[in-house]
Structures are given as C-alpha cells and as structure tokens.
C-alpha cells in the first residue's frame, strides 16, 4: 500500500464520524414521547360524556375543552422547535415532559369546566415542545443517513400506533376507573423519559441562533389560532362575524410574521426553506393527505358504532389493520425509497389511499368487516410510506441547526391538514346528513335533534313509539353513509391530486446513501 493510498484512508476514517453508542435505546426514549402525545390525543374523545356528567360544562365550554389543546399546539410548534434550536433540544424535551406530567394531573383533578379549559391550553404548551424535539434530536443522533430513514420509521410507527392503542386502552381505563385515569397514565412513562433521557440523549443546538424574537411567536400564535378557529367555527355553525375577524386576523398575523422572518437576522423559521423544492413538496404533500385522510379518520368511528352497531373497544380494534399496514410500511419505507425512488414511494403511497378511498364510495350500512378491513390496511401502508420518507426529505433537506425548525414545520402541516380536512370534509358529511327526509308521525322537536348528529337521532329514537323509532334511525344511518362515501370521494380526489402534485414536486429528489461530510 503506498503513502498516498494509507493517507488517505485515515484521512476518511478520521473524518467518518463514529456512530453514537447507545443511539437504539435514545430512540426508544423519543418514542415514548410519541406514543403519550398521540395517545393523548385519542383519549379525550372517549372521556368527554363521563367528564360532561361530572363537571357539567356548556356546550361551548365543551367545544374548547376538546379543540383549545390542538389550537395551542398549532400555534405555538414552530416557535417551540426554533426554541429547541436555540437553547438545545434535549433541554427542551426533558422540561417540556416534566411540565406534561405535571399539567396531566392538573387535568385530571379539574374542579370545574374553567379550569378543564385552562389546564388543556397550558397541557398543550407542554405537548408543543416534545413532537419537534424528538425528530430533531433523531437528525442528530443519527448520522448515516440508512440509520436515520429506519429510525424515522420507528418515530412514525410509534406514532401510529400510539393513535390506535389510544381508544383501546381509553375504553379500558373509563370501564374501571374515573375520567381523569386517562391523564393519569401519563405520570410514569415521562417519569421513565425525564430519568432514561437524562442520561441516554444528547444535547444538540445551533451553536449561533441569534435571539428567540418574541414578535414573532406572538404572530405565529395569533396567527395560527386565528386561521385554525376560523375553519373549525365556519364548519361547525356556518359563516359568521367571529368566524371573519378571527381568519381575517389570522391571515394578518401571518403576513406579518413572513414578512417580518425575511427582515430579520435570525429568524424563528428561515423562510428560505421553502426555495427547496424538496422541502416544500414534501410539507404540502404532508398538509393534503392529512387533510383528504381527516374524513375517515373523523367519521369511521362513527360508521362502526352508530351505523354497524359495534362497541367502543370492537370499534377500536376494528381499525387496528391502518396501524398494522403503517407500522410495517414505516419500517421499510427508507430502503425501498434508495430502491427505487422518493417520488416513486410517495407518490405511490398517496395513490394508494386515494384508491382506498374511492372504494369507501360503494359502502353501505351492511358491508362486511372484510372490505373495510382491507381498506383500512392499505389506507395503513400507504400513509407508512409516503409519511415516513416525506418526515426523511424534510429532514435532510435542511441542515442540522435547524432540525428543530423543519420538524416544526412539518408537524404544523399536520395539525393544519387536520384542521382544514376536518372542516370541509365534515361540512360535506353534516350538509348531506341535514336534508335527510324526516319519517312520517315524527315530532318536531324530536326530528330537530335527529337532525342535529347521528347519536341525537339514536337518542331521540328511543323515546318513540313502535316503528317510528327504527324509521328514524335507519333513514338517519343511510343519510350519514351517503355523506360518508361522499366526503370519502371527496378525500380520493384530493389524494390522487396529491400523488400527481408529489410525483413532479419530488422529481430528482434522493433520500442520502452515506455520511456526508
């Protein structure tokens, strides 16, 4: 071997950096933050009738106790991932956990709705700083690219499954305890996350953040809030004076906070992100799917219990097959994008659900569990793949530093694609549903609240005499199946634009083979 030859290959061994031990059991740390968050998110839903009975809220305090934890969220994810950047991530989670634990027995020992209210926003401050840190601190950890795609996929798994297990283990905790189990359950997983990542995690930062601009959270808050209140008010009760000032002040604030990160020498989020194509098609790619997946996301539940007569936890375990299909397609989503191609992966992960769909078009109330199941599997699969390798694009199309930033950014998509999907999806469902033509002999009063949701009409049928009462369910049942299969055709259609959008976004877009240097 020549000088030249042995220079050289010290030089690479050098500057090759070594891979981090322990990094496998940091992970499994990151993700049982991943698994509380999406956990957390489930379980409110079936906890509200037994938290309605005990701290008897109005309906409008009803109303913000379930959506005041996702507003706060979306408001404040891009600031909290630049916070993470500035004063380094690690630190962030670790406090951001301690503050979740704490604030989950608030929640669960709320003496009133007021405080319900107050105890969700602060639980959702705290639930802000943990999504953008542990994909941040998974981009520095993990330095060898294959690493990083497989420990994506795990993220994104626990995350999936964290969504599934949620109504199960809910529905388990409300058989045998009181409502404020479901927060309670939270005390010892952090308690294992704040001791193990103690010692397992690194510390990671930007080593020149420049300031955290106040100014800026304020407007991203403000604006974020506004926009997501506007939808969510305009779908649940129509158009209306509130609903335009909050997304008029909302579309303000944002303009602002654009225009105000390109002036600054540090900016909360570098706007030059989005010049990359990369990072842009992925993050729109993100927002759709999420937005045309919301319909079906939202209203299965509903479809299972109320139309096909199945209980909470056989409901819950009904949809187990999408959590199957995105763990496993989670898990090989990077290698199969370096087989083939990113575009090739995420574009054809969206037109697989946009085809699943289009076959939740032809359900009707007495479709076997085969088909749906079937569905719900490929529903699963596709999300997996293009999920997984979009959170990888996003990943490494922006430099370390600013981990934090992109992640923020990408779990902001989601919360918006949630936002906007269950919002028009859910207008389409309720507009249909509405018009259903009212049985003769029905009362006026009891036809108005049949109108109102699927469950009124299942309550106020059974106040009535003799055939009236199953007349009334059954026309209520095919009114919500045809809104049903409606906003799903409406979800395909958004989803197989998506894929298209995705396939020329993405073009030349490479997930990374080795450590680059």
Known sequence: MTSTHRTATATASETKPVPRPGRWL????????????????????LATPFLSEDLAPSGTQLLWIG??????????????GSLGDRIGRKKLLLTGAVAFGGLSVLNAYASSPEMMILARALLGVAGATLMPATLALIRNIFHDPRERSLAIGIWGAMASAGAAVGPVVGGFLLEHFWWGSVFLINLPVMAVLVLVGARLLPESKNPAPGPWDMTSVLLSLVGVVGLVYAVKEAAAHGPGWDVAVAGAAGAMALHRFVRRQLTLPAPLLDMRLFHHRGFSGAVLADLLTILG??????????????VQGRGPLEAGLAELPAAVGAVTAGLI????????????????????IGLALAVVTVLSRSTGYPLLGVVLLVVGVGAGFSFTVTADVILSSVPKEQAGSASAVSETAYELGAALGIALLGSVVTGVYRAFPTPAGIPADTAS??????????EAAAGLPGRSGPALVAAAQDAFVDGFR???????????????????LLRGQRLEESVTH
């Open 486 to 504: 409606l906003a799903a055709g409406v979800g395909a259609a958004v989803l197989l634009a998506t894929a298209v959008a995705a396939w020329f």
């Open 449 to 458: 609240a049949a109108h109102e949701s699927l469950g009124g009409a299942v």
């Open 26 to 45: 940091a992970l499994a740390v990151l993700v049982l933050a991943v698994l509380l968050v999406a956990v957390d998110a489930t379980v409110l839903g």
């Open 293 to 306: 997946l919301s319909g079906l996301v939202f209203f299965l539940s509903q479809f299972l219990q109320l």
């Open 333 to 352: 989503a990077g290698t199969v994008a370096r087989r083939y191609s990113v575009r090739a992966v995420v574009a054809g992960g969206l037109a697989a």
């Open 67 to 80: 959506d005041i934890y996702s507003f706060v969220i979306a408001g404040l994810l891009v600031s909290m």
